[in-house]
T-cell receptor, first 113, second 113 residues
């Protein structure tokens, strides 16, 4: 499997429900980030969690990171139809000038009104 | 809120033609990146740029690609002789320090015919 794999690939829920997306990675990382992409549009940064952090919150978003399992989860609580989008995790291995983000395949979230 | 901008939003070109994709990073940012996303696939790193030189490049970034910061505000990606497989969404990103997240532009959708 590749760095930054999300599951599920697709998730369909009803408005008001919680959505949980998972991401696994292979290498040691400096941080892990979650991005959102509406269909055919740009990438919007949601949240960054560093390797020495275990949990982070931002509004309705909760991200966890388990470096021993090399995995992260993104929880969106009380989902809305406007949350419908693709969600990607991206890992960064270092803090050098060249540090790249390595993206996963993404989870397509559909929130039905 | 400052944002990364990209022009054009869409570009259609003939195979073998040169294209230049333009980006205006956030004004006080020092680190610049290009990524691409082939339709239906994940986002892939192309190149990072700092202090007027390439910091790192991926195997995708071959001799057909070049980047330039021609003035204090623009950051460009040139593809010298486009191929059909260069058709993708190209994203520019920038950040102020290696401790910050990367902020992405809205992308340029390139179609090579």
């Amino acid at each position: 499997s590749q760095q930054g794999e999300e599951d599920p690939q697709a998730l369909s829920i009803q408005e008001g429900e919680n959505a949980t997306m998972n991401c696994s990675y292979k290498t040691s990382i400096n941080n892990l980030q979650w991005y959102r992409q509406n269909s055919g549009r740009g990438l919007v940064h949601l949240i960054l969690i560093r390797s020495n952090e275990r949990e982070k919150h931002s509004g309705r978003l909760r991200v966890t990171l388990d470096t021993s399992k090399k995995s992260s989860s993104l929880l969106i609580t009380a989902s809305r139809a406007a949350d419908t989008a693709s969600y990607f995790c991206a890992t960064e291995e270092g803090e050098t000038s060249g540090s790249r983000l390595t993206f996963g395949e993404g989870t397509q979230l559909t929130v039905n009104p | 809120e400052p944002e990364v901008t990209q022009t054009p939003s869409h570009q259609v070109t003939q195979m073998g033609q040169e294209v230049i994709l333009r980006c205006v990073p956030i004004s006080n940012h020092l680190y610049f990146y290009w990524y691409r996303q082939i339709l239906g696939q994940k986002v892939e790193f192309l190149v990072s740029f700092y202090n007027n030189e390439i910091s790192e490049k991926s195997e995708i970034f071959d001799d057909q690609f070049s980047v330039e910061r021609p003035d204090g505000s623009n950051f460009t990606l040139k593809i010298r002789s486009t191929k059909l497989e260069d058709s993708a969404m190209y994203f520019c990103a920038s950040r102020g320090s290696t401790k910050e997240t990367q902020y992405f532009g809205p992308g340029t959708r390139l179609l090579v015919l």
